[in-house]
């Protein structure tokens, strides 16, 4: 079995490039690598110094830093998905194995010794229900792993779903106020 590939870690810096290009603005860089434009006034902050009081004054090649977050969405969906690989590699695997041991077929025989080997004596479990509890832990492993992938992608919708809450309940407030 292959080891997982991780993602790499979310990313501390980013450069700013070219028109057109996701990194030309701080909107495309918040979307791009928080999955939330919004988030582009946090960037800003993070490197007011840098850019200076407008900022849409970007100049390619500009390095800025980019604010730490709790949730990184993008990255919890990337961990995600190498752990769903992960789970149906095993899968796979396991199902090659169980296809690998029928075509075996009854290598211990019909004897005394190999319904013994096969079945188990003396309160001990044989082949048959040995091979079986191996078999259904992988499959259990397989299933954690697909399990655990299936929970970070419900984690980072939820992240967006409360980003988008909390930008309803600001604007709220804020039209309540404008009103007054």
Do not use: C
């Not at 810096?13 to 909107?27: A, C, Q």
């Not at 019909?110 to 309160?123: E, N, S």
């Not at 299936?150 to 984690?155: E, F």
């Amino acid at each position: 079995m292959t080891p997982p590939t991780l993602p790499p870690d979310p990313p501390k810096y980013v450069t700013i490039t070219g028109p057109g290009t996701p990194h030309d603005s701080l909107w495309g860089i918040a979307e791009d690598l928080f999955e939330d434009g919004t988030r582009w006034q946090d960037i800003y902050s993070a490197n007011r110094d840098v850019i200076g009081g407008d900022p849409s004054r970007l100049k390619v090649g500009m390095r800025l830093v980019l604010p730490p977050l709790e949730i990184h969405p993008a990255y919890i969906r990337s961990v995600a998905k190498s752990l769903n690989d992960e789970g149906v590699d095993i899968n796979a695997k396991l199902s090659e194995a169980r296809k690998q041991l029928d075509a075996i077929g009854n290598f211990w025989g019909g004897d005394d010794m190999g319904t013994k080997f096969y079945k188990g004596a003396d309160g001990r479990p044989g082949y048959e229900t040995s091979a079986a509890r191996s078999l259904d832990g992988v499959a259990a492993f397989a299933d954690f792993y697909r399990t655990v992938a299936g929970r970070l992608r419900d984690m980072a919708d939820r992240h967006d779903d409360v980003e988008w809450e909390n930008t309803i309940q600001a604007l709220d407030a804020a039209l309540k106020t404008a009103e007054t």
